[in-house]
């Protein structure tokens, strides 16, 4: 199997990457549409962008930070006042 692989069309490479890479079938109308073309530059953005650990991060630290951002009107609709507001956001900021 492998032999053969090495041997492919280096589009069939490529295609084998997006169906790996997106976890697409292809049978899925989304991979049928998709051109040679299309397929060569995503695999070229992916080589020359940084690792997925980089999106990885930013993206637990975006939710993190959504987190932190209490919705203060809630809060006070609760009965905290402004000072045990500035104190839980001070408190979070740490975390």
Known sequence: MEEHLEEAEPITKTRL?????????PTDKKYQDLTDLQAELLFLNFL???DESFYK???QKKIKEDA??????KLKEMGYNEEELKQINMELSQI
């Open 17 to 25: 990457w997006v169906i790996e890479h997106f976890r697409i079938l």
């Open 68 to 73: 932190l951002e209490l919705p203060a009107e």
């Open 48 to 50: 020359k962008s940084p």
């Open 57 to 59: 991060k930013a993206y």
